[in-house]
């Protein structure tokens, strides 16, 4: 089995960064890619991006992309989380997770249903 443990976020003026990390614990060479997802209150939880373990491909909803970098360092066995440019709409819980699960399409990995570990979530607050 593998654990996540997020840490970072925090709050932050529109415009600003923040950078959330997520390290895995136990059988880690057994994931295969881990994602971010956020959940604002009231709306179902979101696909943000996503990372393959072995090859560090990346994969990111339209939101995402231009403002964050997901990224991994496998020798620590985390993945972080870039935000740049943030904005208000930005503001959720993130959390990170991670899946066995080997598809052929990145569609599968948007999907809460692929993942199979969840770290702990952490409050990203953007100001406006």
């Known amino acids: 089995q593998v654990q996540l443990v997020q840490s970072g976020g925090g709050l932050a003026p529109a415009g600003g960064s923040l950078r959330l990390s997520c390290a895995a614990s136990?059988?880690?060479?057994?994931?295969?890619?881990t994602a971010w997802f956020r959940q604002a209150p009231g709306k179902e939880r979101e696909f943000v991006a996503a990372?393959?373990?072995?090859?560090?491909?990346?994969h990111y909803a339209d939101s995402a992309k231009g403002r964050f970098t997901i990224s991994a360092d496998n020798s620590k066995s985390s993945v972080f989380l870039q935000m740049d440019s943030l904005k208000p709409e930005d503001t959720a819980v993130y959390y990170c997770?991670?899946?066995?699960?080997?598809?052929?399409?990145?569609?599968?990995?948007?999907?809460?249903?692929?993942?199979?570990?969840w770290g702990q979530g952490t409050q990203v607050t953007v100001s406006s």
């Open positions: 136990g059988r880690t060479f057994t994931t295969y890619a």
């Open positions: 990372i393959t373990r072995r090859n560090g491909n990346t």
């Open positions: 997770a991670g899946t066995t699960l080997a598809y052929g399409h990145w569609n599968y990995y948007r999907a809460v249903r692929t993942y199979d570990t």
